[in-house]
């Protein structure tokens, strides 16, 4: 009968301790993906500032295109419209960039350190606490087969 309880007791320890296990060596791969989402992020303004420099540039020449006489007043007018199609592209990238680090980036940072801490007060609880389980149940069978053993005479 001890056998079989501490077979028992011995699986639901080995699966806690694989979960815990699985838990922490998740780890790496988390910081990975918020490493790789920062520089994600940090191209995308880049980018941004780059886009709004060459938009401000090309604004000019539309502008230019729009104030001289002739045919190219129409020209001008076409390329201050797409410039502005450009500059809603630019405004939807710069919220993109904005929502990643808002939305994804810094809660996932802020998370894994309580995660941390979270799976090393659990593996520690679990260890205590198994323990004394473990403890109980043998002293409460050996108790058991002692009684049992009376019980006979």
């Known amino acids: 009968m001890e ?3 501490e077979k028992e007791c011995s699986a639901l320890g080995g699966l806690f301790q694989t979960i815990i296990s699985d838990m922490k060596g998740s780890y790496p791969v988390w910081e990975d993906f918020i490493n790789k989402a920062g520089k994600l992020q940090s191209q995308l303004r880049t980018t941004v500032v780059a886009a709004a420099a060459f938009l401000d540039a090309f604004q000019k020449v539309a502008d230019m295109a729009t104030n001289t006489r002739g045919g190219t007043r129409e020209i001008g007018s076409a390329l201050t419209r797409m410039c502005m199609r450009h500059r809603s592209i630019e405004t939807k990238l710069r919220q993109f960039s904005s929502a990643l680090i808002d ?6 940072q802020e998370q894994m350190e309580e995660w941390k801490k979270v799976a090393n007060q659990l593996d520690k609880d679990h260890a205590k606490e198994y323990k004394k389980a473990r403890q109980e149940i043998k002293k409460k069978s050996s108790d058991t087969l002692k009684l049992q053993k009376k019980a006979k005479k």
Do not use: E, F, G, W
């Not at 939305?103 to 996932?108: E, G, H, S, T, W």
């Open 3 to 5: 056998a079989v309880i």
């Open 103 to 108: 939305c994804l980036i810094n809660p996932l």
